[in-house]
């Protein structure tokens, strides 16, 4: 793992995230919530989660507290780790790390006391000191793997899909773990709050024009690289050190240098031949770029062994790069992968009853043989 680098400013919008992640997170203290956000508090979160609180987003500091409540009572020992911590104007970006296990409720699924581990990115829009809004994206695709709740990637096919179908429906009615008693969770007492380090991650001071160039080669990766499909730039844009992290449902493997990186968008283009990827916000500070894209395309090949559907699809995804002299050296990258193969028909709705689960199967095995025949008619007119 590459070691964060320390810049040498505090910032006061830094630290209410800080708290924020600490106090209110690890510590359980959710009487400061209304003293860390504003009246007006916003997350922005994915219409799937929406089994989490009412509604796509969260709005408020009461909306808020009961989600963390619930959230604790999901994952009663959970702890977040900050892996990397940076600002500029009024957006503060935080990679962070979750981990504890399943011991209550969450999204519909029953607990399993299974361990869990995902990360998380967060980019929180600051107003007089106060947490105003939070776009989120975190590995909820990885999440439900280990949580049975969806399908492991390469569950391909209608068999595939009703074995698995047929486990999870199994484990659902038998495997039941006692929830912890009483709520919230007290089991090794009050997480320890770290002081605020009182340093961002990131390094150096550099002008406008280093910030421009490490904007302009993140523009040139979406506008160019992505939309234009011009593969063949990779080595103007990505550092010859470059490293890739992604969730491990995305890849496997961390990407090494351009040619992994054009391995991987290579891919994507495969299956979804007509994607466009839209920055919605950036975030640059020392040598780090933070944007938030939304893509949109067509499942017309094959991803990661997935039978083409047809499906259009819309994704959210957060990206946060170390640039090395206006190239990108390194990046960690969140995808809401659930969120693209509950519109491509591969994962059914987390918390679905066996009878859903059933009509997820029928729908999925409709899609498909619907997307061959598709498939075989345009191969005969283009014949």
Request: hydrophobic content about 40%.
């Amino acid at each position: 793992m590459t070691e964060t680098r320390i810049g040498a400013r505090p910032d006061t919008a830094a630290e209410t995230v800080w708290r924020w992640i600490h106090d209110c997170g690890n510590a359980r203290r959710r009487e400061l919530v209304g003293k860390l956000v504003t009246d007006g508090f916003r997350i922005h979160g994915t219409a799937w989660m929406g089994r989490a609180w009412t509604g796509a987003d969260l709005r408020g500091p009461d909306a808020c507290r009961t989600w963390l409540l619930t959230l604790h009572r999901a994952f009663p020992d959970l702890t977040t780790t900050v892996e990397d911590l940076f600002c500029a104007g009024d957006r503060v970006v935080a990679r962070i790390t979750h981990r504890g296990s399943h011991r209550g409720p969450w999204l519909g699924l029953a607990p399993t006391g299974r361990a869990v581990e995902f990360s998380q990115t967060l980019i929180c829009r600051m107003e007089n000191g106060r947490i105003a809004e939070i776009w989120q994206e975190l590995d909820g695709l990885g999440l439900l793997i280990t949580l049975g709740g969806a399908p492991p990637m390469g569950t391909a096919g209608p068999g595939q899909a009703l074995r698995w179908a047929a486990g999870a429906a199994a484990r659902t009615a038998f495997n039941r773990v006692p929830q912890d008693r009483p709520w919230p969770w007290r089991g090794t007492g009050w997480q320890s709050v770290p002081p605020f380090p009182g340093h961002l991650s990131g390094t150096g001071d550099p002008d406008g024009t280093e910030l421009a160039a490490n904007e302009k080669a993140l523009h040139r990766w979406i506008d160019e690289c992505v939309n234009e499909q011009a593969v063949h730039i990779c080595a103007e844009i990505f550092h010859e050190t470059y490293l890739g992290h992604s969730p491990p449902h995305a890849e496997p493997e961390p990407l090494h240098g351009p040619e992994g990186y054009a391995r991987f968008i290579r891919g994507i283009l495969t299956g979804f031949p007509d994607a466009h990827a839209t920055i919605e916000d950036m975030v640059s500070a020392g040598d780090r770029v933070c944007c938030r894209v939304r893509m949109t395309g067509t499942h017309r090949g094959v991803y990661r062994d997935l039978t083409p559907t047809g499906r259009r699809f819309a994704m959210s995804q957060i990206v946060v790069c170390r640039m090395v002299d206006g190239k990108i050296a390194e990046s960690w990258q969140e995808i809401d992968g659930a969120g693209l193969l509950l519109q491509l028909g591969y994962v059914p709705r987390p918390g679905s009853s066996p009878l859903a689960m059933l009509s997820w199967f029928l729908r999925l095995g409709a899609s498909l043989a619907g997307a061959a025949g598709h498939s075989r008619t345009e191969g005969a007119r283009r014949g």
